[in-house]
């Protein structure tokens, strides 16, 4: 009997059946574009071989016009046929299936040939679209069904039509974008037309056997934008059209509410969903932070879906679904929704891969093999460097020991999880233990290593983290002054007004750790809901709650303060940062740039501003903490190679600066494949 009865279930599609409810979303990873189609056949297969019920692929541009990027993948030749084939026959070899979704863009498209119904611009691309005739809309039209036409003959089992998150078919459908007044602009009928005719001309060029997945914006969180009754009208029009079925989209691009980050509560959006049920009689998927195969349980019992669309969780482990199935779920490795690796990369210009498995779309170049010579190996530092080194080198067959002088694995990963909106990293931090204790490794605990007891190893592995930075500010002696490490393991109470020195990632999470009290908002749907602002869009037009966001009032007050006269916030993550900054200018956080710090006071501490020094003034202050970035720690390391041993040096104890848990992960699993 298996704990997961709904989602291990079978779904027919009449012509074909998925082994179970588990979509894989597409995800836009670059791997297309490499052209290196071996590559991303084995990414897909590796999926397929994790028993996934269908994937679907990343964004296919359609045409030049449509496309997300100039040189995105698109499949407008006999050639990209060709290449595809590779991905299609591999996936079926595994036994899985797979879909491809084609994305029009519309004004989102990142050039100066995008197009929409109307020459509005977006706020988040330069480019004006240029408004389409009606010659260029059928030009559309004719372009994604050829395209849908050349996914089948490319072996693919269905096309995913992407219908959402304000792409060029969710801009004809709401006002906001769609000024026209012929027959695709004005009513709703009329807005509707485009993304019907699509589906409906599609069915028509592929026959019945074909899955046709539409992606439908069940809430746009934009201003202008669907109701739920037009939601509703769009999905029944959609089945009438011949799709198989209906996929959940959640927020246009542009919206300024976080849909999929992790401080996002799991499952934040399946009672939206939900709404759907029983409108359409096509099967229905939900999206959004489903991370682990309990809270999909959860959310199709629920009655929410059909099925559900899981992406990032099929990043870091392409084994998901099997795991579950063999009722070894707590091997799976988490997505901890932080985007570091995944959405951070896409928008960075790099191939996607995900901050807990590197190997995510390196399989062919990242392989763990078992090892030739078996090894002892000690490892020092139980962090995400050390975790992942100790579990990649017992995985290839070595005997390892891991050593840490704190009473709990994990390193720094436990003082983040401490920060409201972070909860992910237990869960981490859970699966690394499981994974040790799985794995056989031998674990010392409450261990401080020195160079003396590291003698009887073939090898050694440093991973010892870091030392918060002395920031040497007079007066920094006083009482009231703490580090990072003492406000998150909660080991001194804080006042009621704070200074933060220093605004990197830990003095941000420092502010937001402040702000709150009592339980964190990402673990409380209706809080949180009232926090950014979404509300039932069958209520309020896009779910956007008509007094805007309500946060519960900030439990201090809190200044962020850093020496660099740029925009506080400015390097954080690039699809997260925004979130961390508005989260506290909701709670009132203020951010100072380009200060001095000239003393810490028993006011608060007295800041200058500029080369010059200028303008002195006491930001008052019951408590400064210190955030004021960080050291290698090299000790040991430093001491080994003194007796004559030479360790291999990695995560934070190798290099301090930017470090990052996606750096000592990959730098331990990487370094372990190899010894
Ligand atoms: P560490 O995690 O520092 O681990 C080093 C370990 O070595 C420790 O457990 C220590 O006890 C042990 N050790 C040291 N010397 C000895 C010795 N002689 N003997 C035995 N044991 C020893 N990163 C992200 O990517 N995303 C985030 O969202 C994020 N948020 C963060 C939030 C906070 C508040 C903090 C503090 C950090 C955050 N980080 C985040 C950073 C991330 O946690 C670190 O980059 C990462 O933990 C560094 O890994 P590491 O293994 O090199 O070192
Ligand atoms: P950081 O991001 O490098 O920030 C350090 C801060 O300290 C900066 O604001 C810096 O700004 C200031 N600073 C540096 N030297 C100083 C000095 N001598 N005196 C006073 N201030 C000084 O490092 P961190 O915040 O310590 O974070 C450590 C690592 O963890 C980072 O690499 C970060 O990426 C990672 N992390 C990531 C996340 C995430 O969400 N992805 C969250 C937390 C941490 P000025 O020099 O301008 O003053
Ligand atoms: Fe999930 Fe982070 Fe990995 Fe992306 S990088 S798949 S968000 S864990």
New binding site residues.
Partial sequence: MTAYPHLLAPLDLGFTTLKNRVLMGSMHTGLEETKDWNRVAEFYADRARGEVGLMVTGGIGPNLEGSVLPGAAMMVSDQDIANHQIVTQRVHDAGGKIAMQILHAGRYAYGPACVAPSPVKSPISPFAPTALDSAGIEKQIADIVATAQRAQQAGYDGVEIMGSEGYFLNQFLVTHTNKREDEWGGSYENRMRLPIEVVRRTRAAVGRNFIIIYRLSMIDLVPNGSSFDEVVQLAQEIEKAGATIINTGIGWHEARIPTIATSVPRAAFAWVTKKLMGQVSIPVITSNRINTPDVAESVLADGCADMVSMARPMLADADFVAKAKAGKAETIAPCIA?N?ACLDHTFGGKISSC?VNPRACYETELTITPADVKKSIAV???????LSAAITAAQRGHKVTL????DDI????N??KQ?PG?EEFWGLVDWYRTMVADLGIDVRLG???TADMLGGFDQVVI????QPRDPQIPGQDAPQVLS?VDV?ANKAPVGATVAIIGAG??GF??AEYLVHDGQSPSENLPEWMREWGVSDPSVHRAGLAPQGPQPAPPARKVTLLQRKAEKPGKRLGKTTGWIHRAALSMKGVTMVGGVNYEEITKDGILVSYGAARENPTVIQAETIVLCAGQLS?RS?ADALIAKGIQPHV????DVAAE????R?IDQGTRLAATL
């Fill in positions: 932080c570091q901050l020092v530092g139980a962090g995400p460097a050390g050593i840490d002088r704190a994990g390193g720094q990963l003082i983040a920060v972070k261990t401080t290593a991973a010892t983290g870091v990072y998150l990632g830990i999470d420092v720690d040991l990695i995560g934070g104890a470090l990052d848990a996606k000592a």
